[in-house]
């Protein structure tokens, strides 16, 4: 198992920070997941350790950070938990300033959408709130050397990738299209706010990601929902699949008929079909179940892994389940890493299948 030596080369002053990701053991309930969290807020408080645990469809995404003792003492009673195991470091550094401060768990997840007196998972963390209201004002004032600067400061405060798409960029789109729900911007506001942040998300790469996640000779169609305008999810899942590896094709079709073509084609191990990340979009699912179910006929003897994405996912309003599709991700961050794992799930029982 990694572990954190290296933290202990401390500067002053500088906190330590460690992002892993595991599975769980066993899948816990809304109340098991609470339980958990607030007891990880009382140990976390005594030791000066801020952080956030995402627990999405069976798998855990958590950052500490803290100072390195505080961090090692919390972090080898973590790695030796037996409600998850498969843990892999994603990254371990020294950073300047917290990403978390005040936050001694900040709680994100699908099964506890039920109110949390303690934690309020629902808000960001004060210092990140304000970064995403900075992000959404110059999005919408076309301010990209504002947002450019924004991203660099962050990447200087050790944000890594997955932080900047899950904390920033994303909700940000979110809070634009609430500004246009309000009528606080046109649509042409809204659609041109977007496409900055899809430029300020370029800068986003992934050049920490692990070795080994970089060398995925799997292929993906990344398409937006037929008839979607909005392509940021579709735009930022281009850069980090690219930079994991893979073979990506992209396509914006306006009808089913076109996605499919595209699919028979080119028949990749997967494909992502999203929708917007700034609306809910309630009225496109019957489309979308369609487009997904056409999409595991198409490409005829070849498994491919469909996965769909958007605001109405990550918001929980909708689910994988409701459309037929094998994963709904309710971020961009990690997803090369989770469709990998599909893909090799698929092709395992696949090869059983044929033997
Ligand atoms: C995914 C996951 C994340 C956890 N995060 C924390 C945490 O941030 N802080 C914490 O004190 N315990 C956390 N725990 C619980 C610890 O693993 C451990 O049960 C607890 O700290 C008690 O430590 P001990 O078993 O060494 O006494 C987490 C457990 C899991 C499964």
Redesign the pocket.
Known sequence: MARTDNLQVAQDNWIGCLTYQ?TATKIPDATELQS?AR??RA??RSVG?T?M?LFEEGR?L?T?EGPPEGLEA?WS??AR?Q??SEIEVLSKHMAPARLFTGWD?FLSSNVSRIPDPVGGQFDLPPAVAEHVRKAVQMSLDGDDIGLNALMAALAEQGWTSDAVLSLLIEPAARALGDAWLADDCTELDLTIAISMLQMAGHAVRYETAPQGIRSSRYSILLATAPGEPHMLGTALLADQFTDAGWQVEMAFPDTEEALLNQLGAQKPDAVDIGLSDALFRQQSLDRLRSAVEHSRLVPANHPTVVSVGGRLFAEAAATAASVGADHARMTVAGASIRMAELVRKSRRENSRRGR
Do not use: E, K, T, Y
């Open positions: 595991s958990l007891q990880a140990r976390n350790v952080g645990l855990f958590q500490l919390i009673s973590v938990d409600r998850h768990m």
